[in-house]
């Protein structure tokens, strides 16, 4: 997987990295953390759209209502391309996925430097890294869409994502 990357003036670049096993198989080996492929979301629909959809859904045009909904986000977000390709180059984002190892934080504390990372897709903090390495090395982080991270540290980080 290749992942473009920005981040502040002063830190290094972080390496591609691959997400740490986090789960044991069944017959007890080692085996890779699966990266979700999607988030779960919850919408309000008016009972008149609902019914819309259903309608389309029982004629065949789509499978279901998810379906549906999947085709029409996909089709607001192609009519949209062009702006969100200017605003994307416009505040330096990484667009995809971003993992960010104890490694990668341990390196930039030695060479005391901070992160800035804006990422449009999913970011994962390893789940070695402390709450004290994030703070120490960690200026600024924007995601939109989804970030995974322990608990604490997101708690940590909290001041610092945007």
């Known amino acids: 997987m290749t992942s473009n990357r920005v ?3 002063e830190a290094p670049p ?3 990295a691959g997400l740490p096993p986090s789960r044991q198989a069944k017959e007890g080996g080692a085996r890779p953390a699966r990266t979700p492929d999607s988030e779960k979301i919850t919408i309000n629909l008016g009972h008149v759209d609902l019914g819309q959809v259903d309608l389309l859904v ?3 045009f789509y499978g279901n209502r998810t379906d549906f909904i999947r085709t029409a986000i996909r089709n607001q977000l192609t009519q949209h391309s062009d ?3 200017q605003v994307v180059a416009r505040k330096m984002f990484v667009f995809g ?3 960010i190892s104890r490694h990668d934080l341990e390196q930039l504390e030695l060479a005391r430097q ?4 804006r990422v449009v897709g999913l970011t994962t903090i390893a789940s070695d890294v402390t709450p004290e390495l994030a703070l120490a090395t960690i200026d600024t982080l924007e995601v939109l869409g989804a970030l995974h991270a322990s608990a604490e540290v997101k708690r940590a980080l909290s001041g610092r994502l945007k």
């Open 7 to 9: 981040t502040s003036a």
């Open 97 to 99: 996925m971003q993992h």
């Open 58 to 60: 029982n004629e065949g």
């Open 14 to 16: 972080i390496p591609a």
């Open 114 to 117: 901070k992160l800035t990372l």
């Open 83 to 85: 702006v969100m390709k």
